[in-house]
C-alpha cells in the first residue's frame, strides 16, 4: 500500500508563490507517474499537472501552464509543485497523486492513490 502525504500549503496573497510537496511511503514510486489535483469548494476536482515515472513527459492544465511546474525526484520519493503567481481562484484543497502506468494522465480515474490534500488559499 502507498501513503501519499501534502505539505506546504498555506495562505499567500495574489502574485505569491507556494512549493507543495509530496512524500509517499510504503513503496517506491519510481515506476509511477505522478499527478497533482485541486478541488474548490462547490466544484470537481481537477486536473492540474502531471510527470511520468520517469521525469522527462509532464503535462498541465491550461489554467496554470506558465505559472506551475512539477517535478519530482524519484530518489526521494517524493513529488512537487511549485506554484508562481498564484491568482485567488487556485484556491482549493490540493491532492497528490500517484498512477502505476507512468504516464501523465489528467483524469482522476486514471490514479491508484491519494493524498489527504493540502489547503491553498490566494488572497486577493
Known amino acids: 500500500q502507498v501513503q501519499l502525504v501534502e505539505s506546504g500549503g498555506g495562505l499567500v496573497q495574489a502574485g505569491g508563490s507556494l512549493r507543495l510537496s509530496c512524500a509517499a511511503s510504503?513503496?517506491?514510486?519510481?515506476?509511477?507517474?505522478m499527478g497533482w489535483f485541486r478541488q474548490a469548494p462547490g466544484k470537481e476536482r481537477e486536473f492540474v499537472a502531471a510527470?511520468?515515472?520517469?521525469?522527462?513527459?509532464?503535462s498541465y492544465a491550461d489554467s496554470v501552464k506558465g505559472r506551475f511546474i512539477i517535478s519530482r525526484d524519484s530518489a526521494k520519493n517524493t513529488g512537487s509543485l511549485q506554484m508562481n503567481s498564484l491568482k485567488p481562484e487556485d484556491t482549493a484543497v490540493y491532492y497528490c497523486?500517484?498512477?502505476?502506468?507512468?504516464?501523465?494522465?489528467?483524469?482522476?480515474?486514471?490514479?491508484?492513490?491519494w493524498g489527504q490534500g493540502t489547503q491553498v488559499t490566494v488572497s486577493s
Open positions: 510504503g513503496r517506491t514510486l519510481s515506476r509511477y507517474a
Open positions: 510527470i511520468n515515472w520517469s521525469g522527462d513527459s509532464t
Open positions: 497523486a500517484a498512477n502505476r502506468y507512468g504516464g501523465v494522465w489528467s483524469s482522476i480515474t486514471e490514479y491508484d492513490y
